[in-house]
């Protein structure tokens, strides 16, 4: 073997087609390319008429040997045709999603009883308000009788 940095030219004859034998079909160059694409589709044809099963999709490594029931591993189909769509069917949710819901409702149903005045903090509101209310009319009825007294001061001072 040499050493030399240069690559050595194939030593080979080299064979080309005229562009009238590739019109025609008939080329003096072998066709092992073609020969071989035919081969692998006669073969394919040879073994769909063996089987006549439903083929199953090809697995890597030990997935077609070992079957696993993963249900982290569910591989949906990313778009469904309007046919295959099934109405009918109801979608099972999430832990998150119900506890979602589950919190939702609960609130509404404690705002319900609020707003009925049902529940201990409603009470102690209501409570605090009906003290507010006697508090504000009481000093209203001050403020009037305040009033009252000036202007009585007032028609005194007048006359």
Known sequence: MGRGKMKKKPTGRRQFSMP????????????????????????????EEESDEEPETRRKGIQGIIEIENPNIIVKPKSLKAKDVDVEKT???????????????????HMRLQEQ???????????????????????????????????????????
């Open 117 to 159: 005045g049902k529940t201990e903090q409603a009470r102690k509101d209501l409570e605090r308000l009906a003290i507010i209310r006697q508090q504000r009319a009481a000093a209203a009825q001050k403020r009037e009788a305040e009033k009252a007294a000036r202007e009585l001061k007032k028609a005194e001072i007048d006359k």
């Open 91 to 109: 979608t099972e949710l999430s832990r998150r999603e119900r506890e979602e819901i589950e919190k939702k409702k609960a609130h509404e149903r």
């Open 20 to 47: 009238e034998e590739l019109v025609s079909g008939v080329s003096m160059r072998p066709r092992t390319f073609k020969q071989r694409e035919e081969a692998k589709e006669e073969e394919k044809l040879q073994s």
